[in-house]
């Protein structure tokens, strides 16, 4: 593998002075492993952050654009594509979750984003909260078709007391990759709303995800 930037090549570089100290071009050069013809490894890394943006984008970028670039063939497209799955497993396990304090919205795009934004058909996720705010549970509720998902509110109170959830927060995709929310989407938001004012259970937000984007109802003043 060729020489870091630093001189080291980056799996030395690892053993010796530990991951966090490898620069996003070193870390994917390790996934990568190897070059392709006329290209070294460290090079194909930095053409792929390059192209893409960051080490973020080229994460969740589409395999049609992956393969587009020059060295990305199948062996290099499924190990990316392993080591982001691997990552999003990681990141949405029910560990790394619970009794996380959340005080905006904004603190679970992340999840929101790697769990949902790729997905082929519309899934809605409901994230349920104690009253200090902490995540007691998540929960991919309704799975529905490329362009819809039904979705029943008693189903969410029903599991919210379940939980003993004080609040929650709404989410689901969008598989066309826009975020701008349909009049159905609105709609079932203020069922699900009235339906858990009833029982004393706030509703902080329904976000809408596509790639790249979202809409945060809350942002929006509609929740």
Same mark, same amino acid.
């Given at each position: +593998?060729?020489?870091?930037?630093?001189?080291?090549?980056? #799996?030395?570089?690892?053993?010796?002075?530990?991951?966090? =100290? /490898?620069?996003?071009?070193?870390?994917?050069?390790?996934?990568? #492993?190897?070059? =392709? &013809?006329?290209?070294? !490894?460290?090079?194909? *890394?930095?053409?792929?952050? =390059?192209?893409?943006? $960051?080490?973020? #984008?080229? +994460?969740?970028?589409?395999?049609?654009?992956?393969?587009?670039?020059?060295?990305?063939? @199948? %062996?290099?497209?499924?190990?990316?594509?392993?080591? %982001?799955? /691997?990552?999003? &497993?990681?990141?949405?396990?029910?560990?790394?979750?619970?009794? &996380?304090?959340?005080?905006? $919205?904004?603190?679970? /795009?992340?999840?929101?984003?790697?769990?949902?934004?790729? #997905?082929?058909?519309?899934?809605?996720?409901?994230?349920?909260? @104690?009253?200090?705010?902490?995540?007691?549970?998540?929960?991919?509720?309704? $799975?529905?078709?490329?362009?819809?998902?039904?979705?029943?509110?008693?189903?969410?109170?029903?599991?919210?007391?379940?939980?003993?959830? *004080?609040?929650?927060?709404?989410?689901?995709?969008?598989?066309?990759?826009?975020?701008?929310?349909?009049?159905? @989407? &609105? !709609?079932? =938001?203020?069922?699900?709303?009235?339906?858990?004012?009833?029982?004393?259970?706030?509703? /902080? @937000?329904? +976000?809408?995800?596509?790639?790249?984007?979202? !809409?945060?109802?809350?942002?929006?003043?509609? !929740?």
């Amino acid at each position: +593998m060729e020489q870091s930037w630093l001189g080291l090549p980056p #799996r030395e570089k690892l053993l010796e002075c530990g991951a966090q =100290t /490898l620069s996003d071009v070193e870390l994917l050069a390790i996934f990568l #492993r190897i070059g =392709t &013809r006329g290209i070294h !490894v460290m090079t194909l *890394a930095q053409q792929l952050l =390059t192209e893409f943006g $960051s080490l973020y #984008r080229l +994460m969740i970028a589409p395999p049609e654009d992956l393969k587009a670039v020059y060295g990305i063939g @199948d %062996a290099k497209y499924s190990q990316l594509n392993a080591v %982001a799955e /691997l990552a999003r &497993r990681c990141f949405t396990c029910r560990e790394a979750l619970e009794n &996380r304090v959340v005080n905006s $919205s904004e603190q679970m /795009l992340d999840f929101f984003h790697s769990s949902l934004a790729y #997905r082929e058909r519309e899934v809605f996720q409901v994230i349920f909260f @104690d009253n200090q705010h902490r995540i007691i549970h998540t929960s991919e509720m309704f $799975s529905g078709t490329i362009n819809s998902v039904e979705v029943h509110p008693r189903e969410i109170v029903r599991e919210a007391l379940k939980r003993n959830a *004080a609040a929650l927060i709404l989410a689901h995709n969008h598989p066309s990759g826009l975020a701008e929310p349909s009049r159905a @989407d &609105r !709609v079932i =938001t203020q069922q699900i709303v009235q339906a858990c004012t009833l029982m004393n259970i706030r509703v /902080l @937000d329904h +976000m809408v995800i596509g790639r790249g984007e979202y !809409v945060s109802f809350a942002e929006r003043g509609w !929740v």
